[in-house]
């Protein structure tokens, strides 16, 4: 896996040698310090373990309420399909899609994705559309927003909780945790071994 | 130090396989099908045409109220500062700060830094490259966290919905804001950093 | 492709080939479903039941949202609310929480809170700030029951207020309304619960509700009647002016008491329905439980005579005329005319000494009828008013009438008659007389003359002494209000010698002024407050500043 091999600096374009290097590591370029490849300790087994604990966790953040507020003996609780569809019959129809795009619609396409490239992939099947969802991937990582929506909801329990009793729900914790656990699949995800393994030295 | 593109060699995006350029306009990364270009293409004019629709909407998304919160006895509108001094006067200083710099400073910082980094690359300048490349990363890891007002007020949306006690709103400014967030990260994700490094100046 | 760099190829480290056992990162995923799973099954197991009502209309219900309340004890609430597939109203589903089973028998109820105003209740106005409800009255029955039919307004009464349900049936509904209230002794025991029709459209019944422990005083042969209004009567002792309450004008009532004279109370049965007087008279009258009917031929006009008219015996109503039919007897040529009387032997024999006949019947028992006549009763027509000319039927003896025998053979039996005379007439004129000489004329002459000497007496005064009287008591009030200012001139001097002994520096003194200070500035912070409100609506949920909430 770990053959010398050339690489171009996606931010100053500067061709380098690749150093092998015993995992964990990261690798950065030589001229302006940009992230080349970075490459955790548990290869694509792990990957593909977190991408399944996170897609777990992103269901019971969507299937419980994230918040609940009680006031005067009224209770309302949130969730993300709930405050998108209230923003939605509020005539806001942009902005309940930006929301459910950015907290939803990205992690999921992006966790989805991935385990359907890594789980034909440990049997050595290459999935079809590979490289098309492959893309999908990489879009879906840079657009995808859970930890704003984390702190989003963190701002909004102590700006309630100052007016009524404001709970956080079970969608709280599970969001944060699949906070955690997209940040980890991000830091031992490896593309150059995914395609690596595609086709065997 | 050569960059790939002076040696012709062409470097895919998505999956980094590096290829060498054919003699057709365009080409097709062998691995992963990624369209492949030397250099993004239409980088800056893309850029300098998103920057400026977002900055154009960055007024609205300011003065015009974010979040209308009516109750018994009214209703009132929260601009985005509002918000930010309603938090700092309830004495949550820490949130106040947060909420501040994800609405206000990040999004001002951004613009201001995506313009610089455009003219720079478009007046050809040479120096500070190392400077200019970190200040493009950290434009581009920061951008989501702008979405923060959004959420916030989709959630507070959500919350309070008790009728005759209180009832949030969403407002003008929260479209205009959304799309504000938007354009900054497609005015990122447009802009090419490799601009900064290249010895020449770029085409266009 | 790569340009290859020239390096010696190096040699390629054999790695065992990973087993089929799963790495130790799988535990993670493992932890999350585990998790999930356990969060899913104690959700669905705290599901409580989830029923359906049917209610008229969906006003004030919001799926989703709208509780259910107990006792005000939040118990579940509306999840859907859908039409009826008939379109005749909506059905509800209702979730409600777990151990919710035990409130959904047979007759438990179902309705909406909402702000009410109706005839004598104003209720469910904490809804407006609160927002609608749907309550829950639980049932005693042990059936269990999915589907309710919603009220469409709350109940008089629940089924655990302890007390007792009649029916009451009356002409008409007078004055009565959902509400109004039932009074014994004046005081108010209970309420109407509801009201209808009845099926033939001849009567109305009543139900009404009477609270514990006051339903212990309703039995069976307890009087109810309209309570409504004000009853005025004239009589010989003056006018008598009774009401129960002033609610009871405004809304009417009903008021029952239980008549004295009954003596073991029969309990109430369950199908029990109560006759509705009109009034308290009217409810204590006697019934008269047996009616005998006879025929009288007179041969004179009975012009005046109508159905209804009493028939008398010497002042006390034995009966009346039921109705007045004309007979032609073809063999005699001769036109009669029977009148139809009906008679209640209870009244006549009400104190019967040596006991009542047997049956309690006169018809029956013809030998006392024949007896009576036998010694001379006959029925005759006398006029009841000269002015209106109204007859009635008196039963008297006349020792002197010709013999006479009841004809049994008729049916009804006929009794004999004898003709008004003159003598009759005589009679009635004197008997006019005589009640004219028993009015105190004289005793009314002199009052009257006192009355007007003192009527002239207040005229002249009112000429001669009611204008210096004014005078004096224009000056009267002159002086008091020269008293007033007078003693209010004292108190002030009180208050100037208080303020003498309150010294500005006293104790007193400066702890009066800080109060004074105290309210000026609360009343100055309750302005800015109501200022502030008016601005910052939202203040109100959020609090002030510094103070948060």
Redesign the interface.
């Known amino acids: 896996m770990n053959r010398a091999q050339l690489l171009a600096c996606p931010e100053c374009d500067l061709l380098q040698h690749d150093v092998p290097s015993p995992r964990p590591c990261k690798a950065l370029c030589a001229r302006c310090g940009a992230v080349l490849y970075q490459r955790g300790d548990g290869g694509l087994e792990r990957t593909l373990a977190l991408t399944v604990t996170a897609l777990v966790l992103l269901a019971l953040a969507n299937a419980f309420p994230i918040l609940t507020l009680e006031l005067q003996g009224e209770r309302t609780t949130a969730t993300l399909g709930g405050a998108a569809a209230e923003l939605w019959s509020q005539d806001m129809p942009l902005v309940a899609l930006l929301v459910l795009f950015m907290a939803l619609v990205m992690p999921l396409a992006e966790l989805a994705a991935l385990a359907y490239l890594l789980v034909p992939l440990r049997n050595g099947i290459r999935s079809p559309g590979f490289a098309e969802v492959f893309r999908l991937v990489q879009f879906a990582s840079r657009w995808g927003a859970v930890e704003v929506f984390v702190l989003g909801a963190l701002v909004s329990l102590v700006k309630l909780g100052h007016l009524a009793d404001v709970e956080p729900g079970v969608a709280l914790a599970s969001y944060g945790a699949l906070m955690l656990v997209m940040a980890s699949i991000e830091a031992s995800f490896d593309p150059r071994e995914l395609w690596a393994r595609l086709t065997p030295a | 130090m050569s960059a790939a593109a002076e040696l012709g060699v062409l470097a895919c995006g998505m999956c980094g396989l590096l290829s060498r350029a054919p003699a057709a306009p365009a080409a097709a990364c062998p691995r992963c099908r990624a369209r492949l270009a030397f250099r993004r293409p239409q980088s800056i004019a893309h850029g300098w045409a998103y920057l400026i629709a977002a900055m154009a909407l960055y007024v609205p998304a300011n003065t015009l109220p974010i979040m209308y919160t009516s109750s018994l006895f009214g209703s009132s509108g929260d601009t985005i500062m509002s918000g930010v001094l309603f938090l700092w006067d309830s004495g949550d200083w820490s949130l106040a700060l947060v909420v501040f710099v994800a609405s206000i400073v990040v999004p001002l910082a951004k613009m201001i830094a995506l313009a610089a980094l455009l003219a720079s690359v478009q007046l050809g300048w040479r120096s500070r490259r190392a400077e200019r490349a970190r200040l493009y990363r950290l434009i581009e890891s920061i951008g989501r966290w702008s979405m923060l007002d959004i959420f916030v007020v989709a959630l507070l949306v959500a919350l309070v919905q008790l009728t005759a006690l209180a009832a949030v709103r969403a407002g003008p400014a929260a479209p205009a804001f959304g799309a504000v967030v938007v354009l900054t990260m497609a005015a990122a994700q447009s802009f090419d950093p490799r601009l900064i490094w290249d010895r020449e100046r770029p085409r266009a | 492709?790569?340009?290859p760099?020239p390096?010696p190829i190096p040699q390629a480290l054999a790695v065992p080939k990973a087993g089929r056992s799963l790495?130790l990162?799988?535990i993670?995923?493992a932890?999350?479903?585990a998790?999930?799973v356990w969060?899913?099954l104690s959700?669905w197991l705290e599901r409580g039941p989830v029923i359906e009502i049917h209610f008229r209309t969906a006003e004030g219900l919001?799926a989703g949202?709208t509780?259910i309340k107990y006792k005000d004890v939040?118990v579940g609430h509306i999840g859907e609310i859908s039409l009826a597939t008939d379109l005749t109203g909506v059905v509800a589903t209702a979730h409600l929480s777990k151990g919710a089973e035990k409130l959904l028998v047979e007759d438990t109820r179902f309705w909406v809170v909402r702000p009410r105003i109706s005839g004598s209740t104003v209720s469910g106005l904490q809804t407006?700030?609160?927002?609608t409800y749907v309550a829950v009255d639980v049932g005693k029955s042990t059936q269990r029951r999915r589907l309710f039919v919603g009220l469409e307004q709350p109940p008089a009464f629940t089924t655990d207020v302890p007390g007792r349900q009649l029916t009451l049936r009356s002409e008409d509904i007078g004055s009565l309304d959902i509400g109004s209230p039932v009074y014994y002794r004046r005081l108010q025991v209970g309420q109407v619960a509801a009201y209808a029709l009845e099926d033939n459209g001849k009567a109305v019944r009543v139900n009404i509700f009477i609270n514990a422990p006051y339903d212990r005083f309703v039995s069976a042969a307890s009087r109810f009647w309209h309570a409504s209004g004000i009853d005025v009567a004239l009589d010989a002792e003056g006018v008598r002016l009774k009401t129960e309450s002033l609610v009871s004008l405004a809304i009417g009532g009903i008021a029952f008491a239980t008549p004295l004279e009954e003596a073991e109370p029969a309990p109430i049965t369950s199908d029990r329905v109560f006759e509705l007087y009109r009034s308290q008279v009217a409810a204590f009258k006697s019934p008269d439980r047996i009616a005998d009917s006879f025929a009288l031929v007179f041969n004179q006009s009975v012009r005046g005579l109508q159905p209804g008219a009493p028939v008398d015996f010497r002042g006390i109503v034995v009966g009346e005329v039921a109705a007045i039919h004309t007979q032609y007897d073809p063999q005699s040529e001769r036109i009669s005319i029977p009148v139809e009387i009906r008679v209640y032997p209870e009244r006549f024999t009400s104190r019967l000494l040596g006991g009542a006949p047997k049956s309690g019947r006169l018809g029956k028992d013809s030998l006392f009828i024949a007896r009576l006549v036998e010694r001379g009763m006959r029925a005759q027509l006398r006029t009841a008013s000269l002015l209106t000319g109204q007859l009635y039927v008196a039963f008297d003896f006349f020792p002197d009438a010709p013999r006479a025998r009841v004809d049994f053979a008729h049916s009804p039996p006929e009794l004999p008659t004898t003709p008004s005379t003159l003598e009759d007439l005589q009679a009635t004129l004197v008997s006019l007389a005589n009640k004219l000489e028993r009015v105190p004329l004289e005793q009314m002459g002199a009052d009257f003359t006192r009355a007007m000497e003192s009527i002239d007496a207040l005229a002249r005064r009112l000429d001669t002494e009611l204008a210096p009287e004014a005078r004096a008591t224009l000056a009267e009030m002159r002086n008091t209000l020269s008293e007033a200012t007078k003693t209010m001139g004292a108190a002030s001097r009180t208050f100037n010698a208080a303020e003498k002994s309150l010294a500005p520096d006293s104790a007193l003194f400066s702890e009066l002024q800080d109060t004074a200070r105290e309210l000026a500035r609360t009343a100055q912070s309750l302005r800015t407050l109501a200022d502030y409100?008016?601005r910052?609506?939202?203040a109100?949920?959020?609090?002030k500043?510094?103070d948060?909430?």
Do not use: Y
């Open positions: 492709m790569n340009d760099a390096e790495p990162v799988w993670v995923p932890v999350a479903l998790i999930g969060l899913a959700t919001q949202k509780r939040d407006l700030l609160s927002g409100l008016e910052n609506p939202q109100l949920l959020r609090g500043s510094t948060g909430q």
